[in-house]
């Protein structure tokens, strides 16, 4: 396999724009995408053309508008090129301008959180010309897959990829003010580039395939714990799994045909956990790049006997999947703001940008914990190997001693230097060590030029987070730009709202465990927040504040907040109803009938040996008999209470009440009912256990 050759093979991307393109075109396109101005509907169809002409050499029969809608995956709707026969039965292909800017999807099956009211089922999705086009190979054939933004007939943004684009306007919008203080005026365009690291499991298909929770969940719902885990610390960068080694071969052959850029392939720390990078992008390529990543791992998967496991925490005690969201502002002619340099503490424009985001991310630390809202990631946050539910920036020793010496005298003299890496052997190379160590326990860590948010739970998208992120950095980024831009000693100003914002909003800064107990305490003392559920983070987004905010610089309306506020509580009752009621009939159709069949064996196993022998000692037995039946009936008891709570949960109106009901009177049940059977498994001969175990699953790919 030649890299280089099958890189971007299946891009419609710029090299293949200007070759296929006529000059004219090909520059009014540029200036689409570059500058955002209008395409005429002239260029639309000379461009459309090209693409059909050129997906329908490599083989493609059908195009789709590849969109986001609400509930976190995508969506795509198949047409062929074809047009009505000629008289001849000639067939000609056919593909306007038309077709490529402008879809209508019968949106009503789509969530909308109220919305659009399903009588006005009409929904728009809109080519969005900075994301590339490509092709999609899969069962049906190869598809030219068209990126789009999702939006009813109102306008209203359907999807989540339509306030990222706004977002990005934003703060390209207010990045350039703060660049034009230091007296850039070549700079034309900010952009966030964002890479987003992905972990997921692979486990075996047929294992797979015989546990209900799997198949309907995404994750084990009961499980006892393997002899061996990950206490070991074996697995992370440890050799890949045969299969699993394959497996990644073939996702990356088919990402980079894509143009995506998998670059680093690893074990995670969990057994059977792994983990793909890409290299970073501008932030709406990267969150549809995140999207097809998590689509070709499945797709790959599937076709390779194995499944992948995109859930938060598809094992209960084992560490769980999240996504690591890398973060900067980079300029249309190279510079990255948050690039410190060797020496931060004379970079005057790096230390305002970073003041900028301590403020942005204490004022909002709110929304986002919000942006890693989901029903699987509350098992993940704050469970010992997961960042806390508490958000918090680490910047390490050098810039932590920058901040201290800004907010007591104003001014930053130094900036600690790293020193030579000794390794006490002289055929070892020498090289001078980052200034900083890391920090893997921060939700929010400086990592050398860029911010790398680690909240973010696996199935995300990364959408939200960056939406958010832009915005709140945009707000800081106004503020202190205007005032700046009306003081008469600019630089003085500057210095000022340095200081202040550094020292206003230093409680946000920890370079500690943040796993540890003590943080919890300390955070707390510090007034930060621990939003531990999904159902209390989901009223975040409709705080007047967030409102305020989002309103301000037209990113979502009230409207589009009060929607997906709504939808997340739907899933949020909806997951739980669907897990809740999968236990119920595992533990009534298989692990019950399967331990009772169990007792029976020992117990007639108990009354030959009593046949044989009259006085046997068949106390070990009688023990076994004993243990299994209490158990058993503590199942048995917390079966009925589950059936009970998710009766009662179920009979709340829909939306936050009963997202709270799930969440307050069915979640703890189940955690209840799991107790007595995962004791069960560790009783029970492994023969007679209706499913395989995670040792099974884990431990033998
Ligand atoms: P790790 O965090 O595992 O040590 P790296 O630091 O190499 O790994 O990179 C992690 C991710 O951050 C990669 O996707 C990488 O492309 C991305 N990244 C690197 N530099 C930047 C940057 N300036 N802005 C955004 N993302 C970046
Ligand atoms: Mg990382």
Redesign the pocket.
């Given at each position: 396999m030649n890299v280089s050759e099958i890189f971007g093979q299946n891009v419609f991307n710029d090299a293949v724009m200007r070759e296929r393109l006529p000059k004219k075109v090909y520059e009014a396109v540029r200036r689409t995408i570059d500058e955002g101005a209008e395409m005429t509907r002239d260029t639309a169809d000379v461009v459309a053309h090209a693409m059909m002409e050129w997906a329908v050499e490599r083989g493609a029969t059908h195009y789709t508008h590849w969109f986001q809608p609400l509930n976190g995956i995508t969506a795509e709707k198949h047409d062929a090129f074809i047009s009505s026969p000629r008289a001849d039965g000639k067939m000609i292909l056919e593909f306007s301008g038309k077709e490529l800017i402008k879809g209508e999807p019968d949106a009503s099956s789509f969530p909308t959180g109220g919305l659009r009211a399903t009588f006005e089922a009409r929904g728009y999705t809109v080519w969005d010309s900075t994301s590339p086009a490509f092709l999609q190979e899969s069962a049906n054939g190869m598809t030219l897959c068209i990126p789009t933004a999702f939006c009813s007939f109102t306008g209203d943004a359907l999807d989540a990829k339509t306030p990222l684009l706004r977002s990005m306007e934003v703060i390209n919008e207010q990045s350039l003010r703060i660049l034009r203080l230091f007296g850039n005026t070549t700079s034309k365009k900010v952009t966030p580039?964002?890479?987003a690291?992905q972990e997921y499991f692979i486990v075996d298909r047929k294992k797979y395939n015989e546990r209900k929770d799997l198949i309907y969940t995404g994750r084990t719902l009961f499980g006892a714990m393997p002899p061996k885990g990950q206490e070991m610390d074996d697995h992370y960068f440890g050799s890949i799994p045969a299969r699993v080694g394959a497996f990644m071969k073939k996702v990356d052959e088919e990402l980079w045909k894509m143009g995506v850029t998998s670059k680093t392939e690893h074990n995670e720390a969990a057994p059977a956990q792994h983990e793909l990078?890409?290299?970073?992008e501008p932030c709406n390529i990267a969150v549809d790049h995140n999207q097809l990543i998590m689509e070709t791992m499945k797709r790959v998967a599937s076709d390779q006997g194995l499944v992948c496991l995109l859930h938060e925490k598809p094992f209960a005690g084992v560490n769980g999947s999240g996504k690591?969201n890398?973060?900067?502002l980079t300029t249309d002619d190279g510079i990255?703001l948050l690039n410190p340099g060797k020496t931060p503490h004379a970079n005057i424009q790096f230390l305002l940008v970073l003041s900028c985001i301590i403020k942005a991310v204490d004022e909002h630390a709110d929304l986002m914990r919000f942006s890693a809202a989901n029903v699987g990631n509350e098992h993940r946050l704050g469970a010992n190997e997961a960042p806390p539910a508490i958000v918090s920036i680490f910047l390490g020793q050098q810039l932590t001693d920058v901040v201290s010496q800004m907010v007591s005298s104003g001014v930053a003299t130094s900036s600690i230097q790293g020193e030579k890496l000794k390794t006490g052997s002289h055929s070892l190379s020498v090289f001078t060590k980052d200034a900083t160590d890391r920090n893997r326990t921060s939700p929010f860590a400086f990592?050398g030029?860029?911010f790398?948010f680690r909240m973010v739970g696996s199935s995300d998208s990364v959408a939200t987070i960056n939406t958010v992120l832009n915005t709140i950095v945009a707000e800081a980024f106004e503020e202190a730009a205007e005032e700046i831009e009306n003081a008469e000693n600019k630089n003085l100003a500057i210095h000022n709202v340095i200081k202040k914002n550094l020292t206003e909003h230093q409680r946000i800064i920890f370079n500690g465990n943040g796993y540890s107990q003590e943080w919890v305490e300390e955070a707390e003392k510090r007034g930060l927040l621990n939003i531990r559920s999904t159902v209390d983070a989901i009223p975040v987004l409709l705080s007047d504040k967030s409102r305020a905010l989002f309103k301000k610089y037209r990113v979502y309306t009230d409207a589009e907040m009060e929607s997906r506020a709504e939808i997340m509580y739907e899933t949020y009752a909806k997951t739980i109803n669907i897990e809740a009621r999968t236990m119920i009939d595992m533990a009534s159709k298989h692990i019950i009938p399967a331990v009772m069949g169990y007792i029976a064996d020992v117990a007639s196993g108990m009354g030959h040996v009593l046949n044989v022998i009259e006085d046997a000692d068949v106390s070990v037995q009688k023990e076994i008999v004993l243990e299994c039946s209490d158990l058993l009936s503590d199942t048995k008891h917390f079966l009925a209470k589950l059936q009970a709570a998710v009766a009662e949960a179920s009979a709340k109106p829909e939306g936050e009440e009963a997202a709270r009901a799930f969440h307050d009177l069915v979640v703890p049940v189940m955690a209840e009912l799991r107790r007595p059977v995962d004791e069960l498994e560790m009783l029970v001969d492994k023969e007679a256990w209706p499913m395989p175990s995670y040792g099974d699953l884990m431990f033998d790919v």
């Open positions: 580039s964002v890479g690291e990078a890409p290299i970073y690591h890398n973060w900067s990255n990592t030029n860029k790398e």
